[in-house]
DNA sequence: CAGCACATGTAATTTGTTACATGATTGC
DNA sequence: GCAATCATGTAACAAATTACATGTGCTG
């Protein structure tokens, strides 16, 4: 229930197609939500509907049509209803640690394949995160002022910028453990 | 479609029931992973029907009776070889952060409450899982030997250790930021 | 000329949640 | 006596993924 208000809330700091939309969920606010554009789509149909978005449909030439969605005043305080709601706990599902928890009974070599590869995307996204940060600051969106409208973003980015670096220090820290029992393997199979 | 190994892998290591499994589910390996009774009982019996798992039935007399789920070979097969498979992302639904974004546009005490509910409930389950790592490396979960079949489930919870650190500072960051927009607010508004 | 970015949608299927259903025992 | 723990299941509903569907223009 809580993809609308994931949406509304995109679309509170500007006007968005569906599309752009999609885009937030796997770059921006991917750490903390994410959705496909099949599931977008309708929802912001029944948003329309309800009357919490409207919608600009802008005609051009040399890419297809696009509506570009926009909050009405329904639409913002349905959201600030729903921030004082009694708050859902946050879900992760990680394929990756489920793996390292068996990785006793495999191969450590398969586990570390893995670990290498997420660990080469995380050294990555991790640049891109920090240059974020250093932008967000320049453009003062880290003062805590009530008329700072770029605080909330900048929070959750800290946030994604912490919970980054744990995971990537704990990356790390796993490839070390496991290419030690992997050596450990190779002397003993000698 | 990975409830399935998510199950095999806790089996792999301990028969259980699927109440236990439940109770994993939103403890131990809560962090990484989820799954209500409603989605578990189905899916063991799927397992069952498939023979990568067997139960045997325990009766009991002052409980109900229970039925112990083995791994069989053939279900330790199945969870080799999906270890060595390209791996899905790891997904978050985080809907702290989802209203934070949008803190600008309402009254940060409304956040406030919601950031020190959470940061007591993580002070809490902090203090628990480091209490478990220490438990943990007494039982020489972390030696990074071939033999170690507690290495997996060691090396989890130092990920979760690591996360719950990051997100346990950031909350009590966020919490001082919010704090100084109220401060500035109340200034002004004299 | 192949593949990607732009852009929006629907259909089929799989996952996941909430609610319904039952029932004994133990601790407060 | 009332709530919690143990224990297993089903049914109804909501949420999310994958696949189907279409079409232009730019870039390598």
């Known amino acids: 229930m809580s993809l609308r208000f994931a949406l509304l809330g995109l679309l509170a700091r500007e006007s968005l197609t569906g599309y752009d939309l999609t885009k937030r969920f796997d770059s921006t606010v991917g750490f903390f939500w994410s959705a496909k554009h099949s599931q977008i789509y309708p929802e912001l149909a029944n948003l329309t509907q309800e009357g919490l978005v409207t919608y600009e449909l802008v005609t051009q030439t040399s890419k297809p049509n696009k509506k570009v969605y926009t909050i009405t005043e329904e639409g913002r305080a349905a959201l600030r209803a729903w921030i004082d ?94 290419e030690r029992v992997v050596e450990a393997t190779a002397k003993a199979g000698v």
């Open 85 to 178: 709601t009694p708050g859902d706990r946050r879900t992760v599902k990680d394929p990756l640690l489920m793996r390292i928890w068996v990785v006793g009974m495999v191969d450590p070599n398969l586990a570390l394949r893995q670990l290498r590869e997420v660990s080469a995307e995380y050294e990555k996204r991790g640049a891109a995160l920090e240059q974020a940060e250093l932008e967000a600051r320049a453009a003062g969106a880290d003062r805590p002022t009530p008329d700072n409208m770029g605080l909330g973003a900048f929070m959750t980015l800290r946030c994604g910028l912490l919970q980054h670096q744990a995971y990537r220090e704990w990356l790390n820290w796993s490839i070390a453990q496991l």
